[in-house]
């Protein structure tokens, strides 16, 4: 096995680790040399593993990235840089630049201690891992497994910020938490960040992850989220992601459900470079109940891979999947759902749809949704389309006076709209709703800002 | 000059010759109506007025306003005054009725050079050109023919008709799947929108509809040629004798 591109950062990793814990705490650093361990074993993905057939993440790495192992702040406050005023969406508003949680702005310290009056921590991963080590003993790469994915290993040995949330037993706050990653530099620039989430018993969390990137330069982005939801919880999980040709954003979210629990997972690639998305979820307690969806919209030549996993552990649990894709130009899309009803696990009832639109004969879309049941009595379904505009419809349209463009305009953003639909924040739908079709309509606000999220 | 010249118009479907060479002269104020047999090109004349791009025009020439109508994008025919009530309307899930006709009205003011529509007074036009087809309120709020009943569907056509104005239309089946009822609220609509600017063409096999929409010229189309022209009198004699003896004057039978 060539291990060329590894092998840089194996170096990096035996020469700095010590100084990588120095500024890390116990928790973090009680993984990172097993993890590096497992993933000088491996590598990178290639196209040769059997989940990555249409994705190769060692090439994407081949780049000479540097890698912020120092932490360094970059002199750049988001606050005014992104002038994002909250009318439509109110919410607790944080950023995460680069690799590293934005403390630096008093509005950030204020959304802080608002809400530790709710009983809720949020912040940086790393200061609160200092602070609350015992908490994030206890969650802290308990989901994330690198078993299938190495860029999990490289994750764990290296990241050491990103945002941390925990929702106490019953408490339900008072409006949305928006993390907004946004990768800015003055030269080409890796990011590792892990996210760590935590909600507790009966209580509620809605969550709006955005990821932007300035324009100027090529960054690749490996981010790892924990989820654990437990018993009756709620979490609903928005992300978005609106950046630029130049950026690799490899995005991992790991979630464990507990009983009664009910996540909703949307996930938006509105405007990308290359992108894979990996979501694994495990339902581990009865009548947990997973909506997962997303859609993605492909012009250029932008990489999409949606990659799929959802564990039905026990019995009565519940999925409903559905992604949708709309390719146009020489894009590629891939779309690889899985999900396992594992002996036992009676009653489940668990569909995934992966519906697409290749628009330009040159746009290509794989897609691979499967299903494995060891169970007898379930209600279980998958499909896949992959098909063009109707061209009767646009026809139709046309008849009545509608130009061609606008009516494969109507067609995708109608296509769209039912994973929209699927968003629970009604200010954020709207909002959606309006950035896809300023999206097809070629619009898109160039967004290094994302003032237009919460206008 | 009139408002449609039809001249020697020849059109195929892949290599199929469907019409072959059709003379129709409309001015405006008059309804005709075409009738003839199954398979004898009526619906395909009215797709390639419309510049549906499964056909193809081999020869002669169509004027329009007195412009070359087949020089011009469907959407072009459209916004010159064509418009065509579809036999089997296209259901569009996830755009929206009231969506879908703004778009439509907004762009055909653009061609005229006239302002987009306010809300206020494209609501108001909706309102009213809606209860002209007795169309429920509920219909406008759902997606473009999206789980109409059959009925529902002809009469969203004429609401459309009502909504875009045109100087041309083309009611092609539009009784087909009507009961009785439908029929009359369809009818009504069209009769309302006669004028002596505008004018149609009544698409249909049965005398049913041109009871209700009473036509001032009558047209026989088979085999892709239009065979007879006559008044409205016509109609009666093609319900009481069928086609079977025009076929016999032509030497087919």
Known sequence: MDMSVEQSYIDIYNQMAEKVKAQSSAPLNALRDDAMKAFAERGFPTKKWEDFQRTDLKERYATNYGINLTQFNIDFNPYSAFKCDVQAIKSHLFFVVNDVFYCGDKRATDEIEALKKQGIIAGSLRQVAKQHPELVAKYYGKAAKWDVDTTVAFNTAFAQDGFFIYVPKNVEIDCPIQIINVMNGDLDMMATSRNLVIVEEGAKLQLLVCGHASKSFNYLCNRVTEAFIGNYATLEMYKLEDTEESVTNIGSLFIEQQADSNVLVNEITLKNGFTRNNINVNLLGEHAELNLCGMAIGDGKKHIDNHTFVNHAVSHCKTNELYKYILNEESVGNFDGKILVNKGSQKTEAYQSNRNIVVTPTAKMYTKPHLEIYADDVKCSHGATVGQLDKEALFYMQSRGIPEAEARMLLMVAFANDVIENIRIEALRTRMHMLVERRFRGESSACTSCSDLCK | ?253
Do not use: C
């Open chain 2, 1 to 253: 000059m009139g408002l449609l010249e039809i001249k020697n118009l020849h059109a195929n479907i892949g290599d199929k010759e469907i019409l072959k060479g059709v003379d129709l002269t409309i001015n405006p104020g008059e309804v005709h109506a075409i009738m003839g047999p199954n398979g004898s090109g009526k619906s395909t004349l009215s797709a390639v007025l419309t510049g549906n791009p499964a056909y193809t025009v081999t020869e002669g020439s169509v004027m329009f306003n007195g412009k070359n109508l087949l020089e011009m994008a469907p959407e072009d025919r459209a916004r010159e005054g064509m418009f065509l009530s579809f036999q089997y309307p296209v259901e569009i899930p996830g755009v929206s009725m009231v969506n879908f006709i703004r778009t439509a009205v907004n762009e055909k003011r653009k061609y005229q050079g006239q302002p987009a529509l306010s809300a206020t007074d494209f609501l108001k036009m909706m309102r009213e050109r809606k209860d002209l087809v007795e169309l429920d309120n509920k219909l406008a709020n759902r997606s473009v023919n999206e789980g109409f009943s059959g009925g529902e569907k002809k009469r969203n056509e004429i609401f459309q008709m009502a909504m875009l104005e045109p100087k041309l239309s083309i009611l092609d089946e539009t009784d087909s799947g009507l009961d009785i009822d439908a029929l009359r609220i369809v009818a009504k609509g069209v009769n309302h929108l006669r004028s002596s600017e505008n004018a149609s063409i009544v698409i249909t096999h049965y005398q049913r509809l041109l009871d209700y929409i009473v036509p001032d010229v009558v047209h026989v189309l088979y085999k892709g040629r239009i065979v007879k022209t006559e008044g409205r009198e016509l109609v009666a004699e093609l319900e009481e004798k069928g086609y079977d003896w025009i076929k016999r004057e032509l030497g087919d039978l």
